[in-house]
DNA sequence: CGGTATCCCAGATGATACTG
DNA sequence: CAGTATCATCTGGGATACCG
């Protein structure tokens, strides 16, 4: 294919453009957690373990910024904020279904020690 | 999930896990290169746009270790290697086509500036 | 509660040149 | 033909601390 930029950026494949979107360590945890609808930023701490503030709010600005999702103030004592998935989001889970199954399939190799033809 | 150890790394998903053997920049279009039929080295560069020397070889060489593809030599005049996938990156296939219609899909929403509901 | 601001490092990638 | 070697750069992610 030709080359595809966006955002000062060159792409030379569609993989390459959606790994911008779902790539790196904490992106695919955030977006499933808020598969079940929107949540709150303490919520979203919780529900991803492992994840600092400092990558949490990295994430949340750079998937806001993609329009991955959407970030909603509620004007109540105390404020509250509330992350909900955009459609761009949601149609990302066919692949990152598939990028479970494949995962889960090596781990099972890894784990039973199997060899296959061609080994 | 519990985490999950191989080859002294942690990994907290079967999704990062899938990452290590199909992830960066470059094992995605060397196992496509790959997908119809072994080549060779010099062939493999010409396949993959804008790879050096360098990066072919880093990926071949983790590709390899990982048993993601085969490495032959067929003691010719002149000397041959060839690269061939083995049955762990074959079954990739699914998840990297996954990933390919998400990344055009993306792609088109960029070109046709399509706003959707929750933008 | 819901964030920001710094500083820092390792590993991934790139540029360039060289070799059996 | 099929690689290696070196050096430079860029960026994701971690540690730590602070703020309205």
Redesign the interface.
Known sequence: MQD?I?DKRVY????????A???G?WK??VIRALANGPLRYGDLKNAI??ITDKMLNTQLRDLEKK?ML?RTTFREKPPRVEY?????AI??M??????????????D??VEGIV????
Chains 1, 2 share one sequence.
Do not use: C, N
Not at 12 to 19: D, H, Q, T, V
Not at 94 to 107: D, F, H, N, S, T
Not at 116 to 119: A, C, I, M, R, Y
């Open positions: 595809f966006h030379y494949s569609p993989i390459e453009f959606a790994m979107y779902i790539g360590t695919i945890p373990p492992h329009r959407t909900t998935l955009t459609e761009r149609q990302s066919p692949a990152i279904e598939a990028l479970e199954a494949y995962g889960r399939k090596l781990m190799w890894e296959e033809k061609g080994d």
